[in-house]
């Protein structure tokens, strides 16, 4: 048996659309310790995709913005799997397309797209799959490192984030009413994945985040994965309601003293 003994228990991941996306680590991650791992992707476009580099893992077609569509995914699972050890709820989307504007210039529509697909989709996948959850199954969700930090360029979703962080707290105490199911988040650093790609400016703030970390060197995302995988298994039962900052360090070293001269320009 191996430390995280997952083999054999049944995960569905949510998200995954392409090999750099922290959904696709985790489920490499748990195949190789001989998890059963279901996909829930977008349209048919995004599962013929994934159906090539993960061709083990069944996938089931779900826009969560449809709630209907929710509801049928459940079906299938239950129908064709039967019951679930964990959920991975790694979806989020924020419409970038008329640019960045400033914080108070937010688009209402493009707002709430953002909370409906990024947060309350994990809401709703938790209701409609409470039935089929085992009594100690564990639901993760991605968030990032700190909703607080006014990045101009990741705009408004920092307070969707933020909103996230919080139904987590919110789902682990409505779900104590039945079931021991604990919800946790792993909240990442700056990740080099293809979502971040399109944030405009994310590459500038990626480079100075290697420049902040001890280390000198970003996360990678197969180490939030890790993290994942890891409260996904019975090892991590004592943690609940909580947010696993992956950050390798970041948040303790914006005075190091060489970054505070580069920006002051001090000799």
Known sequence: MSFL????KRF?????????????HVAKILLEEKA?????????????????????????ICDVE??????????????????????????????????????????KKDFLQAVDISMFSLISLSNHLKGLFNPDA?????????????????????????????????????????SRVRFNSVNPGLLKTSASAGIPGYLDNF????????RGEAVKTEEAASVVAFLLSERSS??????????????INYFDHEIVRRATRLE
């Open 5 to 8: 003994n997952l083999e054999n």
């Open 12 to 24: 569905l991941v949510a998200g995954v659309a392409n090999r750099k996306s922290v959904a696709y």
């Open 36 to 60: 059963e791992v279901l996909l829930s992707v977008r349209d048919e476009s995004t599962k013929s995709t994934v159906e090539k580099f993960l061709p083990a893992c069944p996938a089931y």
């Open 66 to 107: 449809n709630e209907q569509e929710i509801v049928e995914l459940a079906r299938s699972i239950e129908k064709n799997h039967g019951k679930l050890d964990g959920l991975v709820h790694s979806l989020a989307f924020a419409n970038f397309s008329e640019g960045l504007k400033p914080f108070h210039e937010t688009v």
């Open 138 to 178: 564990s639901v993760i969700t991605i968030s990032i490192s700190t909703t607080r930090m006014a990045s101009e360029n990741y705009g408004y979703m920092a307070p969707v984030k933020a909103a996230l962080d919080s139904a987590v707290c919110f789902l682990a105490k409505s779900f104590s009413a039945f």
């Open 207 to 214: 480079l100075f985040a290697e420049k902040v970390i001890p």
């Open 238 to 251: 004592g943690i609940n309601a909580q947010g696993v900052v992956v950050d390798a360090g970041m948040s």
